[in-house]
């Protein structure tokens, strides 16, 4: 396992480092809040190195005064400064800071590609890893493309799909994942309680941990994502946690016709409808 590998479940064997830290609760070190353990000094070693994701992985995994440092304060500063806009906009409104799951569940959103597991639609023989993405962008424009008619006051960012290819297929893998605003209040969490759509029983999302709906089993997969996406029909499956946030997979068509579209469906969200593949992973 990479040291930067982004695992909340991760059971690392106790380091150096960790020994130390655990010296320090019991009296032998110097005082925890002093020298790597204190949030200023930390905060400023992270600006200098500019928020390096893989560098705040790895202190997460150190130990754990340092985990609950970087999961309380570092995660937080992280998004702030190498994606404020997207954190002023989830932000705008809000009465409080906090996210559902959490800062280290956003940052791990926003950089973090999650892989893909199969899925019913999405028949993979493996399951296709995660990675740290070096840039992405996200869009609250193809956010309205994955929302059902009803649901298009909520505001949901989606990013543009991460492409992966599959050994010996025809077409290419994308991911995409997204986060909603004010998730508990979104009319999206609402139709789905009121349509009583059941959480998965065997899925967690693999940012929060948390339980999941699926938006293809709740028929809330509207074509305009199809459209997004430059997907086939039933090529497509994405799910939403209780905490708001959005991770699929989609097959990627290398070329396909504006012909396939329903022009009474969705017609203001038809970018994407033709595309060549542009693999970037
Ligand atoms: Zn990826
Ligand atoms: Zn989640």
Redesign the pocket.
């Known amino acids: 396992m990479p040291p930067y590998q982004m695992n909340d479940n991760n059971t690392t064997k106790r380091s150096k480092s960790s020994l130390l830290c655990e010296k320090s609760d019991s009296g032998f070190m110097p005082e925890p809040e002093s020298g790597i353990v204190n949030e200023k000094i930390l905060l400023l070693v992270f600006e200098f190195i500019k928020w390096d994701l893989p560098t705040l992985c790895t202190i997460g995994q150190v130990c754990r005064k340092l985990r609950a440092v970087s999961q309380r304060v570092l995660w937080r500063e992280l998004c702030i400064n190498r994606a404020p806009t997207i954190i002023g906009a989830l932000m705008h409104g809000s009465h409080n800071s906090q996210f559902?799951?959490g800062w280290h569940?956003l940052g791990k959103?926003l950089f973090y590609c999650c892989g893909c597991q199969p899925t019913p639609n999405i028949q993979i023989q493996d399951p296709k890893p995660g990675h740290i993405v070096k840039a992405v962008r996200f869009s609250k424009t193809s956010g309205q493309s994955f929302l059902i008619k009803s649901c298009r006051e909520d505001l949901l960012y989606v990013n543009d799909p991460c492409e992966h290819a599959i050994k010996g297929g025809e077409d290419d893998l994308g991911l995409f994942r997204g986060v909603f605003r004010g998730f508990f209040r979104s009319k999206t969490r609402a139709c789905l309680i009121n349509r009583q759509v059941k959480l998965e029983e065997r899925v967690r999302?693999?940012?929060?941990?948390?339980r999941?709906w699926s938006m293809a089993s709740a028929k809330m997969v509207p074509k305009s994502a199809v459209v997004r996406l430059g997907s086939h029909k039933d090529g497509l499956d994405y799910f939403v946690?209780?905490?708001?946030?959005l991770y699929g997979a989609c097959w990627l068509v290398r070329l396909s016709s504006d012909g396939d579209d329903d022009p009474h469906d969705d017609h203001d969200f038809g970018q994407g409808s033709a595309r060549y593949s542009t693999r970037t992973s």
């Open positions: 559902g799951g569940s959103l999302c693999p940012y929060c941990g948390a999941v946690c209780i905490n708001g946030h």
